[in-house]
Nanobody
Framework: QVQLVESGGGSVQTGGSLRLSCAAS????????MVWFRQAPGKEREAVAT???????QYGDFVKGRFTISEDNVQSTLYLQMNSLEPEDTAMYYC??????????????????WGQGTQVTVSS
């Protein structure tokens, strides 16, 4: 049974940093995509960053070099380092995975496994 558990969310002021973690268990696939999504109230869920089994990373245009996605395969953990946070980054952040790669789609509907989310709130 695949389980994804996010942590690391919280409240910060504009310009602050947070590091999100997503601990994965039961997920074993030689080809995969892991993604951070976010969803703000009243808005659609959008992809923030993706990483595939080859280590290729992609970022949403709004990231503008502020965020870094990474993974620790030994610990089976996905990370999202977020710097220079802005109020517009306030959202629930989710990690998601699919056992198909190396192309990582941006659509949430293409992902089989989801965590419960962690809230990020950025105040001005």
């Amino acid at each position: 049974q695949v389980q994804l558990v996010e942590s690391g969310g919280g409240s910060v002021q504009t310009g602050g940093s947070l590091r999100l973690s997503c601990a994965a268990s039961g997920f074993h696939s030689p080809k995969y995509c892991m993604v951070w999504f976010r969803q703000a109230p009243g808005k659609e869920r959008e992809a923030v960053a993706t990483i595939n089994n080859g280590g290729l990373k992609q970022y949403g245009d709004f990231v503008k070099g502020r965020f870094t996605i990474s993974e620790d395969n030994v610990q089976s953990t996905l990370y999202l380092q977020m710097n220079s946070l802005e109020p517009e980054d306030t959202a629930m952040y989710y990690c998601a995975a699919r056992g198909v790669g190396p192309w990582c789609p941006w659509s949430p509907g293409m992902y089989n496994y989801w965590g419960q989310g962690t809230q990020v709130t950025v105040s001005s």
